[in-house]
């Protein structure tokens, strides 16, 4: 299975996840629609956060099923690179802030 890296565009926030990308998710969310974001579900257990928590902030919205990790960075950053939804064991990659998503 390979294994992709991502992070946010400065990269203060930085990810490796395990898996195949074999579908995303478009958000509906305000920040994500805007800027394209595909999310892809990952379980938990596949995710490796490489940097500190405390490099990102919390982003949700509407009922807060996902809350959406992102870089606290606002003047060069805010990239949104992963999320996590409390009603499933799973967490949430922004697929293009994976190196080698097509």
């Known amino acids: ?3 992709y890296t991502g ?3 400065c990269e203060k926030v930085a990810f490796e996840v395990e898996g195949n990308i074999e579908g995303a998710l478009s ?3 305000s920040i994500c629609s805007r800027k394209g974001a595909l999310l892809w579900f990952v379980p938990r257990s596949s995710f490796k956060l490489k940097t500190a928590e405390s490099a990102a902030s919390t982003y949700e919205f509407n009922k807060h099923r996902i809350k959406h990790r992102f870089c606290h960075v606002p003047a ?4 949104i690179p992963m999320g996590r939804m409390a009603s ?4 949430t990659t922004t697929a293009h802030a994976c ?3 097509p």
């Not at 060069?76 to 990239?79: A, K, V």
């Not at 499933?88 to 967490?91: D, N, V």
Request: with cysteine.
């Open 88 to 91: 499933r064991p799973s967490m």
């Open 27 to 29: 958000c509906n969310c």
């Open 76 to 79: 060069t950053c805010s990239t």
């Open 1 to 3: 299975m390979p294994t």
């Open 7 to 9: 992070s946010c565009h």
């Open 99 to 101: 190196s080698g998503f």
